[in-house]
């Protein structure tokens, strides 16, 4: 177990960085947030995949931020 405080301290450090990586991908997030809102409204569902351009736009946004976060760059 003497490897656990390593495996934490890396998955702290992501944590700190998601505030970071979210606020690069705003637009990618309020095009998400829009999509869901338009399909839960009155008398809409939210079905699989009936999002899933937005989600993978803010998913790809998200994991480039997050790289570049890791790495040091902003």
Request: hydrophobic fraction near 40%; charged fraction near 20%; glycine fraction near 14%.
């Amino acid at each position: 177990m003497s490897g656990n405080g390593a495996v934490w301290g890396r998955v702290r450090s992501r944590l700190r960085s998601f505030p970071e990586c979210l606020a690069a991908c705003g637009a990618e997030a309020a095009a998400y947030g829009r999509c869901v809102q338009a399909t839960t409204g009155p008398g809409g569902h939210l079905r699989k995949d009936l999002c899933a351009q937005e989600f993978e736009a803010l998913r790809s946004c998200f994991a480039a931020a997050a790289k570049r976060t890791l790495k040091g760059g902003h």
